[in-house]
């Protein structure tokens, strides 16, 4: 056995501490900017781990991650924008009488900024005149809902997916995030459409901790919710890998009828890879739009999916630790390549220019180290101690296995 | 809609017998150990368009599967779905004016010729590389832009022939660099899951061509003018010009289906392109290698037929022919740099709805997103929505094909464990 080095371990320790402290040292005066690019980078990271879970381990490269994402988001916009509780009914609303008091459920109505306000609610409020206290839908209610929902959808697009592979999934996956784009756009009276839904904050009232009061726009409770849920996530995935699960899952990836003839339930494990990592992406949308007050389409394009993709395989696309580690590494550097600056005459305009960046980093990426860029380095370190010889030996005996399934052929 | 409430139960009484015929077909051929392979097509679509009047008989006689038993309940489930449109929105344009929607087909049969040629392009890389390239609509965007710049902003006046012909050649190169450079490895072995690398790679390329225009042309819309004006024609008199009538830029015919030129050159040049094309590939020696290529890599790799260099002629003409649909349309549509994304989904679903690698698939698949298009912006009710869906009618089509029929209409077997090596 050789003796392996706990450098990685030890690095992402200094890290999670690292991050823990972060708000309480850090005072410069841009802190609210760094802290929400952080809140960003670990909403990314969430993203881009869940989707090396399915993309690196399980081995289905789907295009619909933001798709999920979105799902999560918008059910829980839609549930604090439609559902509200009243202790007397309002007789113009859908309502249901729940252990007395009443669920009004809203009617959709257009998007003109004239008309936000005559909806049935609005209207028996003013019949009202103050009399009746009306309560909004809790916040963690909405976002528990939307994960849920992202499991549902994930189950109907992972049942829909099985028999496809590869190119096929990738596209139909892309395809039903299309779809979903233009069904929020279209439906306009219930969405909004492209002008978005607003959502109520996550502590709409403030919260107290520790005997110190946070506004709603402090950023302190959403960096620490955010990093939570990055490190649940990551939880959740190290166990589901280090366990039997990860293990087919892998076994399915690398050839789904052998795994099928040792006994794997093939159908079950590759549709729960795809819920689970649904749900996660679901639960980052919706706690991600309370953070930031409103979601639109506009967060459905490409672009968002590119983004999550190129993270993940610069940071390592099988390795979920490494993703997170990459997508808010690299979030911090698509913040900085920001600044425009001017060469002579001619403006150079960073805001699209980085993407350029991003997009030939991914590719060379993908060409000369497909491993990713950190988890070379993590193995480097992770073997640290050990001799040369054995490294060489190691290489000689990987060299040998590596030219068998050639001899078979 | 007048009587949503037949429509949508009308629906759901055909999806449920569609289920049903499906699911029960298969087992029932399967319990007399028959051929199950199209049984899901059959037993569907003989279970939307009769309920369970065709089933019974199907299910008691199990006879053999014949195309004719598949072409046929297919046909008549889309009568069957049309009649039921019809009777629940008797005010709609589509069920009341014969001349909507003869237009409404015209267009969409030549808009879907464009398309079938687009997806010819991705179904040629794919059937010899066995990678769908995700940069397809990036390289339709490039190729409309390059056309765009040419004959408007750098040389006006010119002869927009030489805008295509800048568009082709800078693409080819651009597609055969790309191959040299970044899908070799590919092929030798080097990188361990190569469809997925595949993916990767061309996806990470659409998105740098994508911001790179962006970058360097802005996210303005841009139009080329129409190429070339239609001739005065007055057909069969002038003063009563029924047969055909044209002005510069439209032409009627019949009095009824009006086409406006950019389209229709298009259309034009896509055809031409297109017998040049399969003439390329039935008759001259390296058209047959690429061909063969695509039949067996190795048999021809023993014939002499170098199969690298072929991967890259493959590419590179897949990719022109991308950058050719969208220097045709760049005067028919306004240009964005995001223009490539839906037409890339589309060429996707044409060559899984034709079978992935066949030639006249892609073209009459093409014709069939066209038509199915066509049918959605101009019936559905909300002008807006209708519009707004466009993506999600391809889709439907192509969630359709992979549930009944994943060959596609001239699916064959494919050899997709390959994926270009040798």
């Given at each position: ?92 609303c859908t309502e249901f009488p729940i252990g007395g008091m009443y669920l009004i459920i809203l009617d959709p109505i257009g ?43 994930g189950l109907l697009i992972g049942l829909l997916v099985l028999p496809l592979r590869a190119a096929y999934l990738a596209l ?238 | ?313 493959a590419f590179a003409l897949g990719c022109m022919i991308a950058a050719l649909a969208g220097s045709m349309l760049v005067q ?91």
């Amino acid at each position: 056995m050789m003796k392996k080095s706990h450098a990685p371990q030890l690095a992402g320790l200094v890290l999670v501490i690292f991050f823990a402290a972060f708000p309480f040292f850090y005072g410069a005066n841009d802190y609210p900017y760094i802290m929400h690019v952080i809140i960003t980078g670990f909403f990314y990271a969430i993203l881009t781990s869940s989707w090396a879970m399915l993309a690196g381990y399980g081995g289905q490269f789907s295009f619909g991650h933001m798709g999920f994402m979105a799902v999560g988001a918008y059910t829980t916009a839609l549930i604090s924008h439609y559902f509200y509780l009243a202790p007397v009914p309002t007789n113009i609303c859908t309502e249901f009488p729940i252990g007395g008091m009443y669920l009004i459920i809203l009617d959709p109505i257009g998007v003109t900024s004239s008309t936000l306000t005559q909806d049935c609610l609005h209207q028996a409020l003013d019949v009202w005149k103050g009399s009746v206290e009306v309560t909004a839908m809790p916040v963690w209610l909405g976002i528990a809902a939307g994960t849920a929902m992202g499991g549902v959808f994930g189950l109907l697009i992972g049942l829909l997916v099985l028999p496809l592979r590869a190119a096929y999934l990738a596209l139909f996956t892309l395809g039903f995030s299309e779809i979903l784009r233009a069904a929020i756009s279209a439906e306009i009276s219930i969405t909004r459409g492209q002008a978005g839904i607003e959502l109520p904050s996550l502590f709409q009232n403030g919260i107290t901790l520790f005997g110190r009061h946070f506004d709603k726009t402090d950023k302190l409770p959403p960096y620490f919710i955010m990093f939570i849920l990055l490190l649940v996530c990551l939880g959740v995935l190290t166990w589901l890998a280090k366990s039997k699960f990860g293990l087919f899952v892998r076994a399915i990836r690398e050839d789904q009828d052998a795994a099928a003839a040792l006994g794997v339930n093939t159908i079950r494990y590759k549709v729960l890879v795809f819920v689970i990592t649904s749900m996660i992406a679901a639960a980052a949308g919706a706690t991600m739009a309370h953070y930031i007050g409103i979601i639109s389409p506009n967060n459905l394009v490409i672009l968002q999916m590119s983004l999550i993709v190129a993270m993940a395989v610069i940071g390592g696309v099988e390795n979920f630790f490494a993703a997170a580690v990459g997508a808010i590494l690299l979030e911090f550097v698509l913040e900085m390549l920001r600044n425009s600056f001017e060469i002579g005459p001619i403006e150079v305009d960073m805001t699209v220019w980085r993407l350029v960046v991003f997009g030939v980093l991914l590719m060379l990426t993908l060409r000369f180290s497909p491993r990713g860029l950190l988890v070379p380095a993590i193995d480097y370190f992770a073997r640290g101690h050990v001799a040369k010889e054995t490294v060489a030996k190691r290489e000689q005996v990987d060299a040998v296995e590596a030219s068998e399934p050639e001899a078979v052929k | 809609m007048e009587f949503p409430d037949f429509f949508w139960g009308a629906l759901g009484w055909m999806i449920f017998w569609g289920v049903v015929g499906s699911v029960v077909t298969r087992r029932v051929y399967l319990q007399k150990d028959l051929d199950t392979s199209n049984t899901g097509l059959v037993g569907s679509m003989l279970g939307a368009s009769t309920g369970p009047i065709g089933l019974v008989p199907l299910w008691i006689k199990t006879p053999e599967i014949t195309t004719r038993m598949m072409v046929l309940p297919t046909l008549a489930t889309i009568g069957v779905f049309m009649l039921v449109f019809s009777i629940s929105d008797p005010g709609n344009l589509c069920v009341t004016n014969g001349s909507f929607v003869a237009s409404q087909i015209s267009n969409g049969v030549i808009l879907g010729i464009i398309y079938g040629f687009m997806a010819l392009g991705l179904t040629l890389i794919f059937s010899i590389l066995g990678v769908v390239s995700f940069a397809h609509g990036e390289f339709y965007m490039i190729g409309g832009m390059i056309t765009y710049f040419v004959t408007t902003v750098w040389f006006p006046g010119i002869s927009p022939v030489f805008g295509v012909l800048a568009a082709c050649m800078s693409t080819f190169l651009l597609g055969a660099i790309f191959e040299r450079l970044f899908l070799t490895p590919m092929y030798e072995g080097k990188v361990e899951r190569p469809v997925e690398y595949g993916i990767l790679i061309t996806f990470g390329l659409a998105f740098t061509l994508q911001y790179f225009v962006q970058a360097t042309v802005g996210a303005n819309p841009v139009k080329a003018k129409r190429f070339f004006d239609f001739p005065r024609l007055r057909l069969p008199s002038a003063e009563d010009p029924w047969l055909i009538k044209t002005s510069r830029g439209n032409m009627e015919l019949f009095d009824t289906i009006s086409i406006s030129n950019p389209r229709f050159t298009a259309a034009v040049l896509c055809i031409l392109v297109f017998i040049g094309l399969i003439y390329f590939l039935r008759r001259t020696w390296t058209g047959k290698a690429l061909r063969a290529v695509s039949q067996d890599r190795e048999a021809a790799a023993i014939a002499g037929i170098n199969p690298d260099r072929m991967n890259m002629l493959a590419f590179a003409l897949g990719c022109m022919i991308a950058a050719l649909a969208g220097s045709m349309l760049v005067q028919a549509f306004s240009w964005l740099p995001q223009v490539g994304a839906i037409p890339a989904m589309r060429s996707f679903v044409i060559i899984v709805l034709g079978g992935l690698g066949s030639i006249p698939g892609a073209f009459l698949g093409g014709i069939t997103v066209g038509l199915v298009e066509a049918a959605g912006t101009g019936c559905i009710p909300d002008a807006q929505k209708a519009a707004s869906y466009i993506p999600a009618y391809g889709m439907i089509v192509l969630t359709l094909t992979l549930l009944l029929r994943p060959t596609g209409l001239f699916g064959r077997k494919f050899a997709s464990g390959t994926h270009g090596k040798v």
